[in-house]
């Protein structure tokens, strides 16, 4: 199913702890509510640790990431499809527990999938792959748990008070861009590049 998405990023003048700093593919938004997942916040958990009954999900050399503070037990998989299949990983498009979401982005809430990718993934690694500075801005997917969900027009609401900013689509500040570094990227993708300028930007965007 197709869906249109968007990324936004947290204000610099946003309250909210949680959301501090933080930049959101948001997956939806109409009359029910908002739901989507935060990128940048990556967990002190790895794959190893977590568990599908008795067995853990995948190795140690991937972690989790943060996707919100909904449902936190619940994991998703999101993929760049191009990615997997330029490594030769096979998955199946027309299965109906993956939802295409834009741009060779897919999502899954299915364990047994989740678990498939990840292991065809690490059997195909070197040992210079495996080095943990450049490791996360070459993966295909990321490993996420828990979501992020507003009530019916919460995050409009949010927005009209400006503690979120829409900002251009670039699939590449997903996959290819540091955790500490994405949401300093996604304000520069507006023109902000400090807190000082950032009144100056947002009011030229909403003129």
Same mark, same amino acid.
């Given at each position: 199913?197709?869906?249109?998405?968007?990324?936004?990023?947290?204000?610099?003048?946003?309250? @909210?702890? =949680?959301?501090?700093?933080?930049?959101? #593919?948001?997956?939806?938004?109409?009359?029910?509510?908002? &739901?989507?997942?935060? $990128?940048?916040?990556?967990?002190?958990?790895?794959?190893?640790?977590?568990?599908?009954?008795?067995?853990?999900?995948?190795?140690?050399?991937?972690?989790?990431?943060?996707?919100?503070?909904?449902?936190?037990?619940?994991?998703?998989?999101?993929?760049?499809?191009?990615?997997?299949?330029?490594?030769?990983?096979?998955?199946?498009?027309?299965?109906?527990?993956?939802?295409?979401?834009?741009?060779?982005?897919?999502?899954?809430?299915?364990?047994?999938?989740?678990? @498939?990718? =990840?292991?065809?993934?690490?059997?195909? #690694?070197?040992?210079?792959?495996?080095?943990?500075?450049? &490791?996360?801005?070459? $993966?295909?997917?990321?490993?996420?748990?828990?979501?992020?969900?507003?009530?019916?027009?919460?995050?409009?609401?949010?927005?009209?008070?400006?503690?979120?900013?829409?900002?251009?689509?670039?699939?590449?500040?997903?996959?290819?861009?540091?955790?500490?570094?994405?949401?300093?990227?996604?304000?520069?993708?507006?023109?902000?590049?400090?807190?000082?300028?950032?009144?100056?930007?947002?009011?030229?965007?909403?003129?």
């Amino acid at each position: 199913m197709q869906h249109k998405v968007r990324l936004i990023a947290s204000s610099p003048n946003m309250l @909210d702890a =949680i959301f501090r700093e933080t930049v959101i #593919l948001l997956l939806e938004n109409d009359q029910y509510g908002a &739901f989507g997942f935060v $990128l940048n916040k990556p967990r002190d958990l790895n794959l190893d640790e977590v568990y599908l009954g008795e067995k853990s999900l995948g190795p140690a050399i991937y972690n989790a990431w943060y996707g919100g503070p909904v449902d936190e037990q619940r994991g998703f998989l999101l993929c760049d499809t191009h990615k997997l299949n330029e490594l030769g990983i096979e998955w199946n498009e027309s299965d109906e527990d993956q939802l295409t979401i834009r741009e060779g982005i897919i999502t899954t809430a299915n364990p047994m999938i989740t678990e @498939d990718i =990840i292991w065809q993934h690490f059997e195909q #690694l070197t040992e210079a792959d495996k080095d943990l500075d450049r &490791f996360v801005t070459t $993966l295909p997917f990321r490993f996420i748990l828990g979501y992020s969900g507003w009530s019916a027009e919460q995050l409009d609401k949010e927005v009209a008070e400006g503690w979120w900013i829409e900002i251009p689509w670039d699939k590449s500040l997903i996959f290819s861009i540091s955790p500490q570094n994405m949401w300093q990227e996604a304000l520069k993708s507006i023109g902000i590049t400090s807190v000082g300028n950032y009144i100056s930007v947002t009011s030229e965007l909403l003129q």
